[in-house]
C-alpha cells in the first residue's frame, strides 16, 4: 500500500467520538471535556470541520502553548543530563509562571542516584512528574499531606516536618515551590493545618537528617519582597540563603530568576518583586543546590575562584 494512503486512513479510523479524544490526550494531554467533545463531535458530524482543522485548532491554541513549553522544559533537561550539563541563564516568555525555569533547572542536575525523594508531588504539573519519573531512579518516593497516583512513584502521606523515614535514607531530594507553603494555610491544596512560625526551618532540618552524607537538596522558592499570602510566604533571595545554611546546609550553587516584560532572565537582583504582580505565579524565583554542611563547607574555599562547567559554585547571592 501507498505510505500516503496507509497515513490517510490511519488518520481516518475510529468513531468521531474517539478522533476527539485521541486528539485532546495527544495535544492537550488531558481527557476532553465533555462540553467540548458534544459540540467538536457535531460540527465533525455535520461536514463543517475536518480532523485536520480540528488539530490545527488545537494546537494554534494559548493551551498547547503552554503545554510546548512545559514538554520543551522536560526535553531541555534530559539532554542537558545526557551532555552531563548544568544549564544556567535559562529563557522563559512573559506572561508565564515559573515552572518553565525551575522543570529544567532541577531536573538536569539528577546524576543517577538510586534512591530519589520528592516533596510535594501530589500537586505538582503532570510535565514535571513525568519528567520526575523518566529519570528512572531505582527507588523513586514521593511525600505530601495530600495523596495522588503516580505510576513508578511510592506515594507517602505525611508532613515534610516529620518524615516517616530513617536518618541518610535518600542521596537526592527535590522540592519544587513547596517550602514555602510548609506551616502555613494548606486548605487551597485540600489538607488543614495550624500555622507553624518555624515549620520551613523544622522541614528543612528533616530533609537534611534524611539525607546521605554526600546528598543533594534541588529546591525552588518564590522571591522578592516580603510577602505573608497566607497559604505560602515570599522572601527576599538573601533571607531564603540565610534560612537554608541555618538548617545546616550550604548553597552549592544557586541562580535567581526575574520576570520582566521580555520574559524570564536569570538576574543578581529581584527587584523586590511581589507575587503575581507580573505573571500568573512568582515573579522571581529562586533555583538552588543544597548540600549538607558538614561534608561540604571546605569545598567553599576550594572552590571560591573556580568555575567550571560541573563543579560547585559558591552562592552569589549569600553575605560572605
Known sequence: MDPRL?????????????????????????????????????????????????????VT??????????????????????????????????????????????????????????????????????????????????????????????????????????????????????????GLDNALYGVAGERDAAGQERALGELRRVLVPEGRLLLTVPCGEREDLGWQVQRPASEWIELFERSGFLVYEDELYALGDDGWRSTRDDGGARYGERGPGASAVLCAELRPRRLVERVRLAVRDVRHRDEPRRSTLAPE
Open 61 to 182: 491554541g494559548d493551551e498547547f502553548a503552554r503545554v510546548a513549553l512545559l514538554d520543551d522544559a522536560v526535553a531541555f533537561a534530559a539532554g542537558a543530563r545526557r551532555a552531563g550539563e548544568r544549564p544556567r541563564e535559562l529563557r522563559a516568555p512573559p506572561r508565564t509562571d515559573e515552572r518553565p525555569l525551575e522543570i529544567p533547572w532541577c531536573l538536569a542536575r539528577y546524576r543517577g542516584e538510586r534512591r530519589v525523594l520528592d516533596v510535594g508531588y501530589a500537586h505538582a504539573e503532570a510535565s514535571y512528574l513525568s519528567g520526575l519519573v523518566a529519570l528512572g531512579a531505582t527507588e523513586l518516593v514521593g511525600v505530601d499531606l495530600a495523596e495522588a497516583e503516580v505510576p513508578g512513584l511510592r506515594s507517602v502521606l505525611a508532613d515534610v516536618r516529620e518524615l516517616p523515614f530513617g536518618d541518610r535514607e535518600f542521596e537526592l531530594v527535590f522540592c519544587i515551590s513547596t517550602l514555602e507553603h510548609v
Open 6 to 58: 496507509a497515513a490517510w486512513l490511519a488518520a481516518a479510523e475510529g468513531s468521531d467520538e474517539e478522533a476527539v479524544e485521541r486528539l485532546w490526550r495527544l495535544v492537550l494531554r488531558r481527557e476532553v471535556e465533555p462540553d467540548a467533545r458534544e459540540r467538536a463531535v457535531e460540527k465533525l458530524r455535520g461536514g463543517t470541520l475536518s480532523r485536520a482543522t480540528l488539530l490545527r485548532e488545537l
